[in-house]
Nanobody
Framework: VQLQASGGGLVQAGGSLRLSCAAS????????MGWFRQVPGKEREIVAA????????YYIDSVKGRFTISRDNAKNTVYLQMNSLKPEDTAVYYC????????????????????WGQGTEVTVSS
């Protein structure tokens, strides 16, 4: 499985960015997708996740109400719409894929995600 993330860049505080992550290669009948981020010197943290069906989503508290995760299964693509960006959102963002047995479920722990993209850098200036 190959994951290609894109959409990062430099934006002023209060601005918006939309990240995309396209999956290719081996296919699964059901898989969850997640977005993670990492700042140098800190551990990687999950930002958002979404089930195959799209009916179950997860967000860390710091992005609730500002970020929206969505997916287009026909395109094997997951998105992260980031609005009202803050300087503390600055990080390298990674997408990840978790094969799942059931289309409505997944685990939010990082160790449960088996496949990772290369990362896309987001910089929010104050």
């Amino acid at each position: 499985v190959q994951l290609q993330a894109s959409g990062g860049g430099l934006v002023q505080a209060g601005g918006s960015l939309r990240l995309s992550c396209a999956a290719s290669g081996r296919t699964f009948s059901s898989y969850a997708m997640g977005w993670f981020r990492q700042v140098p010197g800190k551990e990687r943290e999950i930002v958002a996740a979404i089930s195959w069906s799209g009916g179950r989503t997860y967000y860390i508290d710091s992005v609730k109400g500002r970020f929206t995760i969505s997916r287009d299964n026909a395109k094997n693509t997951v998105y992260l719409q980031m609005n009202s960006l803050k300087p503390e959102d600055t990080a390298v963002y990674y997408c990840a894929l978790q094969p799942t047995r059931y289309r409505g479920s997944y685990y939010s722990e990082e160790k449960e995600f088996d496949y990772w993209g290369q990362g896309t850098e987001v910089t929010v200036s104050s």
